[in-house]
């Protein structure tokens, strides 16, 4: 495991799991959200964004988390060795992501765009995980589902119980 794509429904704790894997492994992290969004969720240019996330799938070790446009899924999961979806049921996406806008009343987000204060986008988060789940979500399934048939280590985090799964492999790869 030396280069991790992390993707999956806003909410889902794709950010916590990045953030545990960079400490148990010492890869650099990179959050798609810090290259797609400018302060005030103004979007980056693409031609910016496509450069910036290039050098980081050029480099030989990286944990990326987040997602971009299905160009960028798909060049980052043709890069990746270990494919992470995290895809819980729905209202747990919805839980997660309202307790983390209410912490945010009391400290920003450890990796959310600088100039970007999640609680006025409250709202639009709450659309934006319906869409994710009825739009894209088959989509990205269907893509993951490809990397099985790979080289690639894929995991698709269902439950809590696939989620510690996932990071006892972690363990016991670090300790081959």
């Not at 290039?54 to 270990?82: K, S, V």
């Not at 006025?120 to 490809?146: F, N, Q, S, Y």
């Not at 990397?147 to 809590?160: D, E, G, I, M, P």
Request: net charge positive.
């Amino acid at each position: 495991m030396t280069r991790i794509a992390i993707i999956g429904n806003a909410g889902g704790g794709k950010s916590t799991m990045a953030r545990q894997l960079r400490d148990r492994l010492g890869l650099p992290l990179h959050a798609i959200d810090q290259l797609q969004w400018r302060p005030g969720w103004r979007p980056a240019p693409k031609e910016e964004f496509d450069a910036a996330h290039a050098r980081l799938l050029a480099a030989p070790q990286w944990i990326i988390d987040g997602w971009g446009d299905f160009a960028a899924i798909e060049a980052r999961f043709a890069r990746a060795d270990t494919i992470v979806l995290v895809d819980y049921p729905l209202w747990r996406h919805y839980w997660w992501a309202i307790k983390r806008q209410c912490a945010c009343l009391f400290r920003p987000r450890v990796d959310g765009p600088p100039g970007c204060p999640m609680l006025p986008m409250t709202g639009r988060l709450l659309k934006m995980i319906w869409a994710i789940d009825r739009h894209a979500l088959p989509r990205l399934r269907a893509l993951v589902a490809a990397q099985s048939n790979t080289q690639k280590q894929v995991f698709h985090v269902r439950t809590l119980r696939e989620r510690q799964a996932f990071f006892r492999t972690v363990e016991r790869q670090m300790s081959v």
